[in-house]
């Protein structure tokens, strides 16, 4: 594809009409969640430009994804874990620690929903590798945007009250809406193994070692 007769619009409509009528190839980017259906004339619509790939357009692919993940600027969120819905282990057999969106609403709306990965310090215990899901879980229909990482460890017992501490290093892949259970929860052991593979690169593993985890260590609950 030229390049010339390719349009990637962000929040909005008429641009994306207008990109049409001049026919070209359109992707769209809502800037506000659960607004796809508003972009039906666009050729893709996607959850952020972290989504955006090239090559399925006929155009060079960018070249900064790595081991299927695309590096981030590291950025950091933390606090006691609470309880959540109740379905991480019961229903996925999944454990999540949850974390309060409460006072990082800037925050979650900086970073799009999907599926990111980077370290984890608990408190008192130790630095873990983590995989994390923020946004609505579409097949659970959330109706507030949610912050559950996976500490990708085995414990013996539950830690909530505890600090914790998350150094966001990278991003997988947008969230969706899953057929079945069954598809979900195997998507989940997919995000878990690309992030398990992709700490132990030297450009994610060097963030082990961030202060901000070693601060949640010394932390006393």
Same mark, same amino acid.
């Given at each position: 594809?030229? @390049?010339? #007769?390719?349009?990637?619009? !962000?929040?909005?409509?008429?641009?994306?009409?207008?990109?049409? /009528?001049?026919?070209?190839?359109?992707?769209?980017?809502?800037?506000?969640?659960?607004?796809?259906?508003? $972009?039906?004339? %666009?050729?893709?619509?996607?959850? #952020?430009?972290?989504?955006?790939?090239?090559? &399925?357009?006929?155009?060079?692919?960018?070249?900064?994804?790595?081991?299927? =993940?695309?590096?981030? !600027?590291?950025?950091?969120?933390?606090? @006691?874990?609470?309880?959540?819905?109740?379905?991480?282990?019961?229903?996925?057999?999944?454990?999540? /620690?949850?974390?309060?969106?409460?006072?990082?609403?800037?925050?979650?709306?900086?970073?799009?929903?999907?599926?990111?990965?980077?370290?984890?310090?608990?408190?008192?215990?130790?630095?873990? &590798?983590?995989?994390?899901?923020?946004?609505?879980?579409?097949?659970?229909?959330? =109706?507030?945007?949610?912050?559950?990482?996976?500490?990708?460890?085995?414990?013996?017992?539950?830690?909530?009250?505890?600090?914790?501490?998350?150094?966001?290093?990278? $991003?997988?892949?947008?969230? %969706?809406?899953?057929?079945?259970? !069954?598809?979900?929860?195997?998507?989940?052991?997919?995000?878990?193994?690309?992030?398990?593979?992709?700490?132990?690169?030297?450009? $994610?593993? &060097?963030?082990?070692?961030? @202060?901000?985890?070693? #601060?949640?260590?010394?932390?006393?609950?």
């Amino acid at each position: 594809m030229d @390049p010339s #007769s390719f349009l990637v619009i !962000e929040d909005s409509i008429p641009g994306v009409t207008a990109g049409k /009528a001049a026919g070209m190839a359109v992707v769209a980017v809502p800037s506000l969640a659960k607004q796809s259906h508003l $972009y039906t004339s %666009a050729d893709e619509v996607i959850n #952020s430009l972290l989504d955006l790939q090239l090559e &399925k357009w006929g155009l060079p692919a960018f070249q900064d994804r790595i081991e299927g =993940t695309l590096p981030l !600027e590291p950025w950091c969120i933390g606090g @006691p874990v609470i309880k959540g819905f109740g379905r991480g282990s019961k229903v996925l057999g999944i454990p999540t /620690a949850n974390l309060s969106p409460e006072g990082y609403s800037a925050i979650l709306s900086e970073h799009p929903a999907g599926v990111y990965f980077g370290w984890a310090g608990l408190s008192g215990r130790g630095v873990y &590798k983590m995989v994390m899901s923020i946004g609505w879980n579409p097949f659970f229909n959330n =109706t507030e945007k949610t912050i559950e990482p996976w500490l990708l460890h085995d414990f013996n017992e539950d830690f909530y009250g505890e600090e914790l501490h998350l150094v966001v290093v990278g $991003y997988i892949r947008p969230e %969706a809406t899953f057929s079945s259970l !069954e598809a979900l929860i195997a998507k989940i052991h997919e995000d878990r193994k690309i992030a398990e593979r992709a700490l132990e690169l030297p450009q $994610y593993l &060097k963030y082990k070692d961030d @202060p901000y985890l070693e #601060s949640s260590l010394h932390q006393e609950n």
